[in-house]
């Protein structure tokens, strides 16, 4: 079954407490229903006795018991005046800790094509033009954070440009997670006088391999920034070179240990 994703800081934001509720932060939510349910059609009295009855076509969510025991367990809102149409209080601590997005493409969260193209050739200071049909990383990372443990093994049998190695690596940085992957690319050639061939790439495995070995150094560099203990990365020289010389014939596999063992 597919994750949920974290709530975002904007998600997280619905929710506040304005009447300093003991339960914490809460948002509100529609008490009505767009249809007439016979039994859902009744007054509420808000504690400083407005009386509402659900619009035309339309009913209350909950029946004439329930909504009285919300009522007596604080959990309907008739805003901060008291005047407000009522509206049902959910609590942060009682739903799902993680969202199930309705959409999981969307441009702003997870890129595109172009920015695809631009984070590839940023990474490999090359062109944009180096590898033409990448994926965006956090594209990639959405995918593993809702179907993937996180020390899951990651494979792509359809490498390209490494994509999935920078996602993993980064993912794993980022929340310590243990995930591994294999990269399978075939060493299709590069085409003479394209932007990968004037940079020297001969095959796009090159290019994936670059591209792992560019992320491998830019994770360390910034550990090292962050002054974190040296042993973490002691042998991240050495692994690099593994990888690269685990396999010099045709196909090209990478493994990475910044999730796992060869
Ligand atoms: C659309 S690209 C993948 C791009 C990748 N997701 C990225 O973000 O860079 C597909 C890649 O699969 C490779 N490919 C196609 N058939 C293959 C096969 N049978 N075995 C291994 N690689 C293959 C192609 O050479 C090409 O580089």
């Keep these: 079954m597919l994750k949920g994703l974290e709530r975002t800081e904007k998600q997280l934001d619905l929710y506040k407490n304005p009447d300093n509720d003991p339960r914490g932060s809460w948002a509100s939510d529609n008490l009505l229903r767009t249809e007439e349910r016979e039994y859902a059609i009744f007054e509420i009295v808000s504690p400083i006795g407005n009386k509402y009855l659900p619009p ?5 969510r909950f029946n004439k018991d329930k909504i009285q025991e919300l009522l007596s367990d604080n ?9 407000s149409r009522p509206r049902y209080k959910r609590f942060l601590s009682e739903v799902r800790q993680d969202v199930i997005v309705n959409t ?3 441009f702003d969260e997870v890129g595109h094509s172009d920015s695809a193209k631009k984070e590839t050739a940023k990474i490999l200071n090359e062109s944009p033009n180096v590898f033409s049909t990448p994926k ?4 990639i990372q959405r995918m593993i954070k809702i179907s993937c443990n996180e020390d899951d093994l ?5 490498a390209g440009s490494g994509t999935v190695g920078q996602a993993v690596l980064e993912l794993n940085t980022k929340d310590n997670g243990n995930r591994s992957f294999i990269l ?4 299709e050639p590069i085409e003479e006088n394209s932007e990968a061939w004037k940079a020297g ?3 796009i495995a090159e290019i994936g391999r670059a591209r792992v070995r560019k992320v491998i150094e830019q994770i360390q560099a910034q550990a090292t920034e962050k002054a974190q203990s040296p042993e973490l990365f002691k042998d991240s020289e050495n692994l690099t070179e593994q990888i690269l ?3 010099p014939t045709g196909y090209n596999t990478a493994t990475s240990r910044f999730g796992a063992t060869t």
């Design 245 to 247: 010389a685990s396999n």
């Design 104 to 106: 999981l493409w969307k």
């Design 154 to 158: 990651i494979l792509d049998f359809f």
């Design 75 to 83: 959990r309907i809102w008739f805003g901060e005046d008291g005047n």
């Design 136 to 139: 965006p990383v956090r594209l």
């Design 184 to 187: 399978v690319q075939m060493p």
């Design 201 to 203: 790439y001969r095959d």
């Design 56 to 60: 035309k076509g339309s009913s209350w």
